[in-house]
């Protein structure tokens, strides 16, 4: 079952072949047996998420099962659910059992899935290497050594590890696809609007966005079927009537025959995906994606995205402001972690927050205090979001001109555990693919495309125009019904 | 040297909605601490604000109040912003509160002052939410937090420097604070903190062009407070200049046992609230189909009114003010009026000058003394205006009227104002039961004042030295002769006939 | 435009951040190789560019006014680091 697709799963349940319970335990004692190592979770509970695998069978047995009911999925640990630690990664709420459940929570124990734990995540989903988490660095199990990529890191590892069959991730400048490319699996932050954000811990409330990660396009496109829908708490949730985006997959491009399945796909290239920084084996699996999508019928265009260097400065002043404000909630005063010792109100509230966060985070929160403050807001705030629209109306513009935009998600393969932990704008610049959509509030995901230097993944990036995620995961299942990049499994595992 | 104050205003109108401005929890006063703090409101990781319509359309009714029905002053776009400061009081470490672009930018207030009116102009009003509150009760050396009050909406009216002495910003507070009860935006409990005044206080020698140094005091909740704080604080900036002193700007409390102000302790921080658009609220848009709606719904408002009251039925610009300085008082006289018309009588027959006066004099002194709001009034208009309509008749005399309505007055008082007192049915049964039909026979009047003059020849005695007086004791005892029925204008007449002979 | 470790250390108290002198210096040295970074920004001339601060241009949703929570106290309470009556207790609020 590790290497069932969701689709096989749930037949399999339907069939009784296995039930929730037994599907459940089997992948509790896998994570019991590789987690240690592998260190992609941060909570389980095999009591809460087995009493949630017999209320799936009993629903079976009554025959009103949904697509996921029965079928056990990882949550990043950023999603608040009812009963659970929900630690965000950090030391700030590592006391924290949340009261309530997030929209995607409430979404899932509607559908009958269960929680199969909480994931491993960078702290407040700042980080592109899972290294700045309070609980420790996840590894990626195509070589321990090596990070898997972040924020969303444990869901990315667990679904590569086979520890669970599918994960909620969010991205807020490339923290689903990044670790998805870094541990070769498939990712999908949709548009932004599309996930409610209610209940998942704010990092930057403009560009977060909660999205899926599995091991196939079909795999995520059941997963956002779950995942997707108007919710009246969050004010950016967008009111569109519900769409399957598994339904169609299997049809070809609009127009085209069986033989081509993408005849008339337009495939945007951009110049700037292609230019230094950009390692050669990524290169030539990306080159490789692509000849596949001319195989299938796809035509090149080249388009420009002239901007997209220009994103990385700007998401470096908006994400942090956003953050600077979002994370003042964390005082000590009405829950998570508190000082034990201060002199008097203010001793309490710098030193919580000095001891409560992380370095990474404590560094953004400095920066976004910064160029919000007096005299600097004009300068660094105003001007990126000015950026942001010059970025955005480059997009809008390729879009005339192509269906999806194509390129490497990620500049380079895996990168070894601690080599950049001591470089923040190394480390920056690993996302300088993944923030453009982000900043545009366009759907983009990650597709596995080959292996570069030391055997590791490497993913192809899918840019989508707003909405068209169901047109990019058509695609992308195209691509994996001809090849096999996104079946391989790290040795071992 | 003349001095002379210069005041600005910013209050803080809490919006009478049923839940909070970002969350569904209620707004109501006096729950147990926290039980009214939801999840959004205590500040929950990944909970998120959603506005509320009820606080959006009670500022549009506020700008189109506020600048004659037109809605030039309703920025069709606004936008809420994040004011980011630490306070355990402010549960997201920012309060979300319209910063740059505000709902409402520009409007007048006119009030009305014994010598004359006086427009003060609105800078902008804008929504925001309300902090919680510190308890400061001794925990321990420590300090209890109660969010109830966080997230309640709060329209904050700012004004411009426009007032000049404590009695021009105690008129602009109160025609405020009566503006928005008329509009029903607020419900003015002033003890409950529905409306705090903060007063930015600078003084200048008098004709001096640039504004002095200001000073704000914080947190007046009553007009009393307010005008003794700006009293005090205008005085003492004075006396500090002249004695060589600065004003430094701060933020200082007014302290009602000394009667003072003093500057709060001082942050140590310079204030730097680091706002930007709160990028969980996309902006505010007022649609013009919105504005007509609202527009629609709005009462007559108390400047209109005014207006009417003066052209209309001829009252001077203090009494219609007065009449106006509630929505229900108005409404009250107008009752009144109507009742007081004789059979046939058209509306511009009556005698508004006289219900205005009972009004004022009798029903408002009443509800002032009884803390009451006009709705509660123990008579009725109907009541009050049939007892006037008797009196313009000439079947009872002015005492007797007096008498009716306090009697009927004091029924109400005994059912708690549970009931108004009279009817217009008892007025009539009443006149004719205890015989209280006025006195006008002139043979009658004749002989009472005979008896009197006999009866009181020191009186006529001192009236003819001189003495007016004397005359208004004649007046008395001939009155009091008739069993309080008489017609005082005939018994005058007559009085004065019989002693000039 | 470097940081000075005063800018750092206003920052850091600004955002109730207890930094030490010798974080405070390995910091200032860290947000100087990131603004670095950020000061690419202004070599394209925005001027005529209205700013973007919402993913997408819409118009705020509005709610209809009505009590829809219910009091949850006790449980939001119970992961409270201290609580008394009902009330969150911190170090003395002084005016």
Partial sequence: ?493 | MEWETVIGLEVHAQLSTASKIFSGASTQFGAPPNAQACAVDIALPGVLPVANRGAVERAIRFGLAVNGMSAHNINRRSVFARKNYFYPDLPKGYQISQYELPVVLGGTINIVLRDGEKAVRLTRAHLEEDAGKSLHEDFHGMSGIDLNRAGTPLLEIVSEPDMRSAEEAVAYARALHSLVRWIDICDGNMQEGSFRCDANVSVRPKGAQALGTRREIKNLNSFRFLQQAIEFEARWQIETIQDGGTIVQATVLFDPDTGETRAMRTKEDAHDYRYFPDPDLPPLVVTEATIAEIRASMPELPEQRRRRYMSEFGLSAYDAALLTADRELGEHFEEVVRHSLKEGEPLAGADFKLCANWVINEVSAKLNEENLPAAKAGVGGDTLGHILRRLREGAINAKTAKDLFSEFWSEARESAYARRGGDPRRVDALIESRGLKQMSDEGALEAIVDQVLGANAKSVEEYRSGKQKAFNALIGQAMKATGGKGNPARISEILRRKLAS | MPLSLDEVKRIAYLARIEISESEALRTQGQLNDIFGLIERMQAVDTSAVEPMTHAQGRALRLREDGVTESDQKSLFQSVAPQVEEGLYLVPKVIE
């Fill in chain 1, 1 to 493: 079952m590790f290497n069932a697709s969701l689709k096989e799963i749930a037949a399999a349940l339907g069939a009784r072949k296995i039930s929730s319970v037994d599907l459940t335990e089997q992948f509790l004692d896998r994570i019991g047996r590789l987690n240690g190592d592998l260190n992609a979770f941060i909570t389980v509970d095999r009591a809460k998420s087995l009493a949630q695998a017999r209320e799936a069978d009993a629903r079976i047995a009554r025959g009103d099962a949904a697509p996921l009911t029965g079928i056990p999925i990882a949550h990043k640990d950023i999603f608040c659910a009812r009963g659970w630690l929900t630690s965000c990664g950090s030391k700030m709420l590592s006391n924290f059992v949340s009261p309530y459940d997030a929209h995607v929570i409430e979404q899932f124990n509607r559908a009958g899935a269960v929680i199969l734990g909480k994931t491993n995540m960078d702290e407040f989903a700042m980080g592109s290497s899972n290294e700045t988490s309070f609980y420790g660095p996840v590894k990626n199990p195509w070589d321990r050594a090596f990070v898997p990529g972040g924020s969303s890191g444990g869901s990315a590892c667990a679904i590569a590890a086979r520890l669970a069959p599918g994960a909620t991730g969010t991205d807020t400048g490339g923290s689903i696809r990044q670790p998805a490319a870094l541990s070769g699996i498939t990712g999908l932050k949709p548009t932004y609007g599309r996930v409610s954000r209610y209940g998942m811990v704010a990092f930057a409330s403009s560009l977060d966005q909660g999205g899926a990660m599995g091991k196939s396009a079909e795999d995520v496109a059941l997963l956002l079927n779950v995942m997707a829908g108007f919710d009246a708490r969050d004010s950016t949730s967008l009111e569109r009537s519900p769409e399957d985006f598994a339904g169609a997959l299997a049809q070809p491009w609009a127009g085209a025959a069986a033989e081509q399945p993408l005849a008339g796909l337009r495939i945007g290239v951009a110049r700037e995906h292609f230019g230094a920084g950009l390692a050669a084996d990524v290169a030539e699996a990306v080159r490789g994606a692509l000849a596949e999508f001319e195989r299938l019928g796809a035509s090149r265009v080249d388009i420009e995205l002239p901007r997209s260097e220009l994103s990385v400065p700007a998401y470096y002043v908006i994400a942090p402001a956003e953050a600077s404000s979002n994370l003042s909630r964390f005082d000590g005063v009405r829950y998570g972690y508190r000082a034990p010792e201060y002199r008097d109100l203010l001793d309490m509230y710098c030193k919580t927050r000095a001891q409560g966060f992380g370095a990474e985070v404590k560094r953004r929160i400095l920066i976004g205090t910064y160029v919000l403050s007096h005299g600097y807001y004009d300068a660094y705030y105003l001007k990126a979001q000015r950026i942001r629209r010059l970025i955005a109306e480059d997009f809008a513009r390729a879009f005339s001109r192509c269906d999806l935009i194509m390129g490497p998600t990620s500049p380079t393969v895996a990168f070894p555990l601690g080599s950049k932990v001591s470089d923040p704008v190394q480390m920056y610049l690993n996302d300088i693919y993944t923030i453009p959509p982000n900043l545009a509030g366009l759907p983009a995901m990650s597709l596995p495309c080959g292996f570069g230097a030391g055997n590791l993944p490497v993913g192809l990036h899918v840019v989508g125009d707003y909405f068209s995620e169901a047109r990019m995961l058509k695609v992308a299942h195209h691509f994996q019904r001809a090849t096999d990049w996104h079946l391989r499994a790290p040795k071992g595992i």
